[in-house]
């Protein structure tokens, strides 16, 4: 085991990077000390015990939680994975293990014992689908297994993937080409909005996508960074790597549009993958690197603020930004999506009495609004046709989205009909704002100039905002 753990358990950390919105009332200050240690009686011990107990953790190599917020560690050196009941405290006992009959035991099928479906050897990642059920990768067993809820001690898996049976752990390392439905030393198991299971297959360069419902030994239905299911190779020596290849994958994780951001270690560089996915397609984005042809780390040399090296894991914050794990800088990262653009229109209504009508203006279109960008102003027209004068008063609201949120404002210029002269801007919000006397002659039209100010920087969609034009006379 410690061969393994010195030389390539480095490849196996994900992390998990919770940013919360701005709004939220949470708080973190610099240097802060941790308020709860589990795995060990206090802040100030870190050893592994031998043999293990509840209370213990021997390389903790993944973390999540489950619906419930209970928090289920893959325990790596003892192979094995714990749930820890909330709410948590300080050294306290796991409330169940999976992957030993007890507590007391951390034993692999080491040497020529086969696996079965109650044991792991260095479990790594862990991922739960909508219906509660823990997918597990048990990586030196090269497959995946999945443990129907509700979870006892010492369960066995109801479904594998990468083998054909829970007695099976081969890898096709040295002995065959991958196909569809093999796996060598997978991680990072995760889930799409449509409950499908991605995995990262880490010694075949290759991240596979299975289709739900899943079966035992199933195929995987897509390959990335592979041209064909049959293929495993990595740009390794002088190859270069390309748009549609990896080398060492990690961390595989979707966007709230659904896109798949993908670790790829060894080139030095994450890749966007844009959905609706393909076999082998290309990458639409690379990270860490100029072009999809360069792999260099900035070793020797300084890092900069567009050099990665030997990433581990990403996450995407609400906003659907990238935060990556730089490990050979020891640091992470933040890279902020960009807006292509909001669009937004206007609707205008005038309730037809005294005369007055819309001549002009309506619909409104803004166009096309980043963040804290101001659309050009946009020009109504209002005519009184009527033989009387006629007041206007105008309501307007603020635009909002789905959920009842303000995401811009609308201001509001106008000018005289003799001179088009603007008079101060006004903010056109819910209040009603009475407008002075539009008369039949010679003042026969008011002029209004609008503009609408985008104040969400992570808004995306298309925003409607309408203006109701009241009269009396």
Avoid at 127 to 138: I, K, L
Avoid at 284 to 299: D, I, K, M, R, Y
């Amino acid at each position: 085991m410690g061969w393994l753990v010195t030389s390539k358990v480095i490849t196996i950390f994900v992390l998990a990077i919770l940013v919360l919105p701005a709004s939220n009332v949470f708080a973190f200050s610099n240097g802060q000390a941790a308020t709860v240690v589990v795995g060990q009686a206090g802040f100030t011990s870190s050893a592994a015990a031998n043999p293990p107990t509840a209370s213990t953790l021997s390389f903790p190599a993944g973390t999540t939680f489950d619906s419930s917020g209970n928090m289920w560690v893959a325990d790596f050196g003892d192979n094995r994975v714990l749930e820890y009941t909330a709410p948590f405290s300080t050294g306290e006992s796991a409330s169940l293990v999976i992957g030993q009959t007890s507590f007391a035991s951390g034993a692999a099928n080491q040497g020529n014992a086969a696996p079965t479906a109650s044991t792991f050897h260095f479990p790594v990642g862990i991922a739960f689908d909508s219906s509660g059920n823990m997918w597990v990768a048990d990586k030196v067993n090269n497959r995946v297994l999945k443990y129907t809820a509700p979870f006892t001690t010492g369960q066995s898996a109801s479904l594998v993937l990468g083998q054909t049976t829970f007695t099976s752990g081969a890898s096709n390392q040295g002995l065959a080409a991958p196909t569809a439905s093999t796996l060598s030393t997978p991680v990072g198991p995760t889930f799409d909005s449509s409950g499908n299971l991605w995995v990262t297959d880490l010694d075949n360069s290759r991240v596979l996508k299975y289709t739900a419902p899943f079966t035992t030994g199933q195929s995987a239905s897509l390959v990335l960074g592979q041209t064909t299911f049959t293929s495993g190779a990595a740009n390794q020596g002088l190859a270069a790597p390309t748009a549609s290849t990896l080398n060492l994958p990690q961390a595989p994780a979707f966007d709230s549009s659904g896109n798949l951001g993908v670790i790829d270690q060894n080139n030095n560089r994450v890749l966007k993958y844009t959905t609706p996915f393909s076999n082998g397609q290309s990458a639409s984005l690379v990270l860490g690197q100029t072009t999809f042809t360069s792999n260099a780390a900035n070793q020797g040399f300084a890092p900069t603020a567009s050099t990665i090296s030997f990433p581990i894991g990403l996450a995407f914050d609400s906003s659907g930004n990238f935060w990556i794990a730089d490990a050979g800088n020891n640091r992470v990262l933040e890279y902020v999506t960009t807006t292509s653009g909001i669009q937004t229109t206007g609707q205008v209504t005038v309730l037809p009495t005294c005369g007055i009508s819309l001549t002009s203006g309506a619909p409104i279109n803004y166009g096309s609004l980043v963040p804290s960008s101001t659309s050009a102003e946009q020009t109504l027209i209002l005519h009184n046709t009527g033989s009387v004068a006629a007041t206007l008063s105008v309501h307007g609201t603020d635009w909002l989205d789905g959920s009842s949120n303000s995401q811009m404002l609308v201001g509001n210029t106008k000018f005289s009909t003799n001179t088009r002269t603007y008079a101060s801007k006004t903010a056109l919000t819910t209040s009603d704002q009475t407008v002075s006397t539009i008369n039949p002659t010679p003042n026969l039209s008011t002029f209004w100039q609008l503009q609408a100010n985008l104040l969400s920087s992570s808004f995306t969609g298309s925003l409607t905002q309408t203006m109701t034009f009241s009269n009396s006379c």
